[in-house]
């Protein structure tokens, strides 16, 4: 997207160098906190001075954190309101110490995005809206979000790259949970989204094997074929579901209230998504009997979606990993072993 403000200089205005202000610009978006290789692979060197000059420049402007990892680890954390200020991020929770968990995620995010620095990578929280509502004619209401404070779209803050022919491409990052539970919950917050697309790839970014073959399985379950069937930006969630959401809604006026916790569970869900013109059309031709479920489905058939499921697995050890064992890639791995389970017309063929 076109930034009407030039964060770079900005940086530099504070006393930064130009390939400093560009590195302190992707931190303070993207992550908040980076490590000594993460610079200095930024620079395109192994070791040097270059990354002790920042840092005795940032210490001095009380712009940075140095957390002591023990066994020689340090990690920096971008603290500085000002510095936020000049990227026009001044209350960014990026500048707030978080526990180690969610360190490690963001420095896994950083990684990511300091590996594809050609990517056309959405930003901000207002281009992202745009992008999804004006150029893929996605109804907000069908954008995820959470309420923490204020209305917030895409909370979690994963990179999402745009392809040159306008294909979205989102991340989740697995900073080594011991289960699908989370990876689950954001499948959830954005089927509505995926659903409205048509075609999308999503990438799963991990530091381990075994929780990247876990989340091709979650994913499978969670999209199989017979899930595409009528899919629309009007029934994103299935044409099956707008048909329960109906049934359950003439359960609902025929009783005067709910009568199972299905029920209750797909009017909530459908009063969020089904609420245009065209949904209460449907609904009265359905309450009245001039319309049918054959009728309805027929209405919402269309081309399977396009979907591309991939997995990154990151060479490189963190330093809250203390119970991972020491291997070579430490400092100098920078080849990212990336698998891709593609379905260009059937999902059900993953």
């Known amino acids: 997207m076109t930034l009407d403000y030039d964060p770079i200089t900005s940086l530099e205005s504070i006393g930064y160098l130009e390939r400093e202000a560009a590195f302190l610009y992707l ?10 290789r993460q610079y200095n692979s930024f620079v395109g060197r192994d070791r040097g001075t270059a990354l002790d000059r ?4 940032a210490e001095r402007h009380n712009h940075i954190q140095v957390i002591e990892c023990g066994r020689g680890w340090h990690i920096y954390h971008l603290k500085s309101k000002t510095l936020y200020a000049a990227v026009n991020r001044p209350h960014s929770q990026n500048r707030r110490i978080k526990g180690d968990a969610h360190i490690k995620l963001r420095l896994m995010v950083l990684d990511f995005v300091l590996a594809h620095l050609s990517a056309n990578i959405l930003e901000e929280e207002a281009g992202r809206v745009d992008f999804f509502t004006t150029q893929c004619g996605v109804r907000p209401e069908l954008l995820p979000r959470s309420y923490t404070g204020r209305l917030m779209y895409f909370p979690d803050g994963f990179p999402i790259l745009v392809s040159n022919t306008g294909i979205p491409h989102f991340t989740f990052f697995d900073e080594g ?13 954005y089927q509505p ?9 999503l990438i799963y970014v991990s530091d381990s094997e075994s929780n990247s073959a876990r989340a091709k399985a979650a994913f499978r379950r969670f999209l199989p074929a ?22 359950a809604s003439q359960r609902y006026d025929a009783r005067g209230g709910i009568t199972s916790a299905r ?43 396009r979907v591309t499921f991939s997995t990154i697995v990151l060479p490189y050890r963190y330093p809250l990993d ?4 020491e291997y070579s890639a430490v400092e ?6 990336h698998t891709h389970d593609d379905t260009p017309s059937e999902a059900g063929n993953r």
Do not use: C
């Open 27 to 36: 931190v303070a978006v993207h992550s908040g906190y980076f490590l000594r």
């Open 54 to 57: 920042l840092l005795r420049k």
């Open 177 to 189: 949970q011991a289960t699908a539970t989370r990876f689950e919950r954001y499948l959830t917050q």
């Open 193 to 201: 989204l995926f659903a409205a697309l048509g075609e999308f790839e």
């Open 226 to 247: 017979d899930r595409l069937h009528g899919v629309t930006s009007l029934t994103p969630m299935g044409v099956e579901h707008f048909l329960e959401y109906l049934d």
């Open 263 to 305: 029920d209750l569970e797909v009017l909530r869900e459908g009063e969020r998504i089904y609420d245009s013109l065209e949904h209460r059309a449907l609904q009265a031709a359905w309450n009245n009997g001039s319309t049918s479920a054959d009728r309805i489905r027929q209405r919402f058939l269309q081309s399977p979606m």
């Open 322 to 325: 203390l119970a991972r064992p």
């Open 332 to 337: 100098s791995g920078d080849t990212h072993h």
